[in-house]
């Protein structure tokens, strides 16, 4: 079978690999499409070499369909549609004896320390599958993972129907935590600079400001009665979006940090202190949010599909990732490792 491998020096390299037949508690999925995100531009580079055991099949977002059932695996036949929770965690640290497993201490995620969906099939434990509704598109179920990521988000918020919340960054995440604060009853506009993105989320019916041609903090405090926002997402990763988002907020407001920051940022506490501002860390996700991802995606709720912008098949792995660095009109890349007949099934 055909299998991308980040393989260091920026290199991502297709080769051939026997498939790994499913043991006991384990099934094999033949993938559909895996999506790239942000890590694994930042493990292409380098970044990560600490963490990533080189040759690393990458790849966390994803779909598919079962291709074999290994013993003792109840509830699950070849054929059903599934994607992947990639998060394994070990039971015993403090975080997992608390009940924030999806934290654990010495977390497995899936396509970052261990082997990912880049590849036609791919063997995991059963306990990590999401059942996929049939019929609903494998191509949008693709994008079942970031949406976890932003329904995580929202609910970390506490974003409540009736509130105003600012999301700082439209790319997809960006995107996606307004589409699900939205699907809340939220009012929201999202702060993108970038003209293609802010095209695209305006596409989906959401509200954009340009932050080089609007003042944010003006803006909000216009549109809720001087009250500013009860909740900003900061998405960007840069230190501009922490001072819009900490701007935005009004008393009492609620920063909700998504983005990952390479690098310690400047936070103006007086701002802090004086609003009673709460700051909130939000990773990854929990099962129910990612239950809650598959129901908005399978019922239209997110258009998830319509961020993506392009699809390359397994072969041209490389490309998919230049294609995504390349900036410009391009959100969401997939790669698709279908083979034969399953090529069909979009």
Same mark, same amino acid.
């Not at 693709?142 to 949406?147: D, I, K, M, S, T």
């Given at each position: 079978?055909?299998?991308a491998r980040?393989?260091g020096? $920026?290199?991502? @390299?297709v080769?051939?690999?026997?498939p790994?037949?499913? &043991?006991?508690?384990? +099934?094999? /999925? *033949? ?7 942000g890590t ?18 990458l790849?966390?977002e994803?779909?598919?369909r ?7 695996v109840?509830?699950?036949?070849v054929g059903?549609p ?18 924030h497993?999806h934290v654990c ?5 899936l396509?970052?320390?261990?082997p ?7 063997t995991?434990?059963a ?6 509704p049939?019929g609903?598109?494998?191509r ?15 609910r970390?918020? $506490?974003l409540a @129907?009736?509130?105003f ?5 439209? &790319?997809?995440?960006? +995107?996606l /935590? *307004?589409c699900?604060a ?7 506009v ?17 509200e ?15 549109r809720?009665?001087?009250?500013g926002?009860a909740v ?12 819009t988002?900490i701007?935005a ?8 940090v ?9 936070v103006n ?7 009673e501002l709460?700051?909130?860390?939000a990773?990854?996700?929990?099962r129910a949010?990612?239950?809650?991802a598959v ?10 599909d319509?961020l993506?912008?392009?699809?390359q ?5 490389a ?10 009109d391009v959100?969401?890349?997939?790669i698709d490792?279908?083979v ?6 979009a």
């Amino acid at each position: 079978m055909r299998v991308a491998r980040y393989t260091g020096n $920026g290199t991502i @390299a297709v080769g051939e690999s026997d498939p790994l037949p499913p &043991g006991r508690g384990q +099934v094999q /999925i *033949a993938v559909a499409f895996t999506g790239i995100c942000g890590t694994d531009l930042h493990i292409r580079h380098g970044a990560m070499d600490g963490r990533v055991r080189v040759p690393a099949v990458l790849g966390h977002e994803m779909s598919g369909r079962i291709a074999a059932v290994g013993a003792d695996v109840a509830d699950w036949s070849v054929g059903d549609p599934v994607t992947v929770m990639p998060l394994r965690w070990c039971d015993s640290c403090p975080a997992c004896r608390a009940g924030h497993r999806h934290v654990c201490q010495r977390l497995n995620f899936l396509g970052i320390d261990s082997p990912g969906a880049m590849q036609e099939r791919w063997t995991v434990p059963a306990e990590v599958l999401v059942r996929i509704p049939e019929g609903t598109p494998l191509r949008g179920a693709a994008l079942v993972e970031p949406v976890a990521v932003a329904v995580h988000d929202v609910r970390r918020a $506490g974003l409540a @129907a009736g509130e105003f919340a600012v999301v700082v960054g439209g &790319g997809p995440i960006g +995107v996606l /935590i *307004a589409c699900v604060a939205r699907s809340v009853g939220a009012d929201v506009v999202l702060v993108e600079p970038n003209p293609h993105r802010r095209k695209l989320a305006e596409g989906l019916g959401l509200e954009t400001l340009n932050p080089q041609e609007t003042d944010i903090g003006g803006h909000v405090e216009d549109r809720t009665g001087g009250a500013g926002a009860a909740v900003a997402f900061e998405v960007s990763g840069a230190e501009p979006g922490v001072t819009t988002a900490i701007s935005a907020l009004g008393v009492r407001g609620r920063m909700v940090v998504v983005g990952i920051h390479p690098a310690p940022r400047a936070v103006n506490l007086q701002q802090v202190f004086w609003r009673e501002l709460s700051l909130i860390g939000a990773r990854v996700y929990e099962r129910a949010d990612f239950e809650q991802a598959v129901r908005l995606v399978a019922d239209g709720t997110i258009p998830a599909d319509r961020l993506v912008s392009r699809v390359q098949p397994l072969a041209s792995a490389a490309d998919a990732f230049s294609a995504l660095e390349s900036g410009g009109d391009v959100m969401k890349v997939l790669i698709d490792c279908r083979v034969g007949e399953e090529s069909v099934d979009a």
